[in-house]
């Protein structure tokens, strides 16, 4: 159970990065928020290729390229949405 929490949260940490990475313009959100984005994104991903893929067949000996591009993909879109959502916020005193 901790092993795939730690998992998970270190996945969602490279998918979030990446999203982070690949979204256009500067993102005034917190690693912890590119961190969630990126968990999110690699759970829907997973079940967005679980459906598309062959039942049954969606484990392969190698790497599963097609479920990272659509992880990564999500986790822009993810990043984008938080930064619009989260990164314009001014304080007012």
């Known amino acids: 159970m901790i092993g795939s929490i730690i998992g998970a949260i270190v996945i969602g940490a490279i998918i979030g990065a990446l999203g982070r990475l690949f979204a256009p313009g500067r993102q005034n959100i ?3 928020v590119t961190i969630i984005v990126g968990i999110i994104a ?6 967005i ?5 062959d ?8 790497i599963d390229w097609i479920e990272h591009i659509i992880q990564v ?16 916020r001014s304080r007012t005193h």
């Open 49 to 53: 290729w679980a459906a598309l893929a």
């Open 42 to 47: 690699a759970f829907i991903g997973s079940a």
């Open 30 to 32: 917190s690693i912890l």
């Open 55 to 62: 039942p049954g067949n969606t484990d392969t000996n190698g």
């Open 73 to 88: 993909v999500l986790a822009v879109i993810g990043v984008i949405i938080a930064a619009r959502l989260l990164g314009n």
